[in-house]
């Protein structure tokens, strides 16, 4: 499910971009700000449907622009894996047998997959150190369908 949404936010444009036509200019913050982000209660950006309305236009000297990441962890449990898979602690990897075939899930392949859940936790106050990076969006996924897995595999 797509919702589309209107999202209002003082740009920032960066000197090099001043060049470029003002749509295109903003167009392209506009994409390295939001797109594959998660923008809270609202979810995952993934496309501009539209530039409403420009206002403004001030230049504030010495100021900074917005830095984000997006978080590249999906969770999806053993259960929601392809069935039959098994998990070979000397490989640390997840091989699923599908008809007498083993087909390895290595690290850093692209997948594809169904959302099962999506949750908005709670912004902690405070963070351990050397404690993995707050996520502002968690997911879980499911691969068990066909079509769905490894993209190599289909």
Known sequence: MFVLTKVKHELRIAPQKLSLPLLDA??????NLFFDKVLKDMGLCITLY????????????GDGAPRFTFFEDIHIPEHLLQQPSVFDEEEKLWIWNFNGNDMFMDLDEE????????????IPIEQDKGAKPFAPMEITGDINADGLGLVSWW
Do not use: H, L
């Open 26 to 31: 903003i167009t392209s913050e506009i994409q």
């Open 111 to 122: 997948v594809r997959f169904r959302v099962v859940q999506v949750k908005y936790p709670t």
């Open 50 to 61: 539209d530039v409403r309305a420009v206002e403004g236009g001030f230049v504030f000297p």
